[in-house]
């Protein structure tokens, strides 16, 4: 890649962080903070301090960084440590900025604001991370646990998020924390989605003994690509082949009448499947 085009990929990369800090800024002001409900990781802690000291969520995001981001910036690339500095100096002062969305905005049903929060923050997360990017704080630290110890990332950050709900339902309320995991678990759901994709697609798996009739029919009606894999049955010593093809929902309905139709004997195994990339599926957003 050459350097004109790395600087356009970072500059891209950092759009799409300040407009995802700017999101989570508005989530949090505008449907936590009046609740007095938390959020996972650093946020999670710099809120409970300022219910504790009535000092700007932000200001505390940004102390509780820089301590981190100072510790973990020699473990981390230079891409993810760049672009994480830009997510957590732009996640401050949004929530400086939009400190005022608590007053002026005002949801009073507090399980729909533990909905929207979770809305507006997972999005928010996910389009982060889809450009290899974080905020800072404790994805900086589930990175590092992660190569020194092998440990998944969203184990790490749950973890982490149990014991910040656990600490805040003590200085708060037991029944707060509660919507606060409801907020947390929307979060993870929606942000999984963004990462992952909305538009999954279904891995079919066909065992047929009319292998040959079965593919001309898949791609000559469902016009999509099929692979033979083989097989051998380890009870009858038998080889097969094995029909392999990624279509979408809506086409399933047709594959499974096409194996029917074909061999009533078949085995068919359907699976959900995502970031499918190649000839007929769509490139990622990002």
């Known amino acids: 890649m050459t350097k004109k085009l790395l600087k356009m990929e970072w500059l891209k990369s950092s759009i799409v962080i300040l407009l995802g800090t700017f999101i989570m800024a508005v989530g949090i002001n505008a449907f936590i903070i009046p609740h007095n409900l938390l959020s996972g990781g650093v946020s999670g802690i710099a809120i409970i301090l300022q219910y504790l000291t009535n000092i700007s969520t932000g200001i505390f995001v940004l102390l509780l960084n820089i301590p981190i981001f100072i510790f973990g910036v020699k473990e981390i690339n230079k891409r993810f440590a760049f672009l994480s500095l830009v997510g957590m100096v732009s996640s401050s002062i949004f929530l400086i900025l939009t400190e005022s969305l608590s007053e002026t905005v005002w949801i009073e049903d507090i399980l729909a604001s533990s909905i929207y929060s979770g809305i507006f923050i997972g999005f928010s997360s996910g389009i982060i991370f889809r450009v290899r990017a974080s905020t800072g704080g404790t994805d900086i630290i589930s990175v590092i646990m992660k190569k020194k110890f092998e440990i998944g990332i969203s184990s790490i950050l749950f973890v982490m998020n149990v014991i910040i709900v656990l600490i805040g339902s003590i200085i708060s309320d037991y029944t707060l924390a509660i919507y606060t995991l409801i907020s947390m678990f929307i979060s993870s759901v929606v942000m999984n989605k963004i990462i992952i994709g909305l538009d999954t697609k279904k891995l079919v798996l066909i065992i047929t003994d009319n292998h040959d009739e079965m593919s001309k029919a898949l791609m000559d009606r469902v016009k999509r690509g099929v ?60």
């Open 227 to 286: 692979t033979f894999l083989e097989s051998e049955g380890a009870y009858s010593g038998k080889k097969k082949k094995v029909v392999y093809c990624v279509i979408s929902t809506r086409q399933l309905s047709v594959v499974k009448n096409i194996v029917i139709e074909t061999d009533p004997q078949a085995f068919m195994t359907v699976m959900d499947t995502a970031e499918i990339h190649g000839s007929g599926f769509k490139k990622p957003i990002f």
